[in-house]
């Protein structure tokens, strides 16, 4: 069974500061897949990694994939209010395994 | 362009009853996935759709059935409600190009179902 352990889970910073979540599995994902889900809504894809050692910057978001393709982690520059969300990885199977394997997630809150 | 749609928004249903969610895939996307996304936890693959077959299938009992129509279309059953059902079911359509492969799942904004 594939398993994807995310941390922390929860965190609660400032305007301003720096973070940086994991997403850590015993198991090789063919691609990780970061989402973010807001109250009330589905979760929407930031950005899918592919290659191990892939970084991946999304304005002030960097996202790095493991040399062995199972962790990955999301960093997040000069946190603002607008990020607060719960953060989701979720490892892609490949082949014939179409689903999607989801961590408990992480959710950020960020202070004014 | 329409993403993925879900109704109903929210249900309250009783133990013992029976649900059927609904779910209309982006315009393009030929196969359908549904989760499971209990507070606070991340979403759980229930199984997922593909040319009107259930090609995959999660960890569930039977008491979840699915089906997909002719124009792509989802329909998500729960027979016998229990209390741990209580969760939001998100469906989520993709594009699989020749049935092998498929391409980025975009999700709904999911059924809020309460059971008591």
């Known amino acids: 069974t594939q398993l994807l352990e995310q941390s922390p889970q929860f965190l609660s910073i400032q305007e301003g500061e720096n973070l940086t979540v994991y997403c850590n599995s015993s198991s090789v994902f063919s691609s990780l897949q970061w989402y973010r889900q807001e109250p009330g809504e589905g979760p929407v894809l930031l950005v899918t990694v592919v290659t191990g050692g892939e970084v991946k910057k999304l304005k002030r978001l960097t996202f790095q994939f493991g040399d062995a393709r199972k962790d990955s982690s999301l960093h997040i520059t000069a946190a603002q209010t607008g990020d607060t969300g719960l953060y989701l990885c979720a490892g892609v199977g490949g082949g014939s395994n179409y689903k999607l394997t989801f961590g408990k997630g992480t959710l950020l809150t960020v202070n004014p | 362009d329409a993403g993925v749609t879900q109704s109903p928004t929210h249900l309250i249903k009783t133990r013992g009853q029976q649900v059927t969610l609904r779910c209309s895939p982006k315009?393009?996307?030929?196969?359908v996935s549904w989760y499971q996304q209990a507070l606070g936890q991340g979403p759980q693959f229930i199984f997922q759709y593909y040319e009107e077959e259930e090609r995959q299938r999660g960890n569930f009992p039977d008491r979840f059935s699915g089906h997909q129509f002719p124009n792509y279309s989802s329909e998500l059953n729960v027979n016998a409600l229990l209390l741990g059902d209580s969760a939001l079911y998100l469906c989520?359509?993709?594009?699989?190009?020749?049935?092998?492969?498929?391409?980025?799942?975009?999700f709904g904004p999911g059924t809020r179902l309460l059971v008591l």
């Open positions: 989520a359509s993709s594009l699989s190009l020749s049935g092998a492969y498929q391409e980025t799942q975009y």
């Open positions: 315009s393009g996307h030929d196969t």
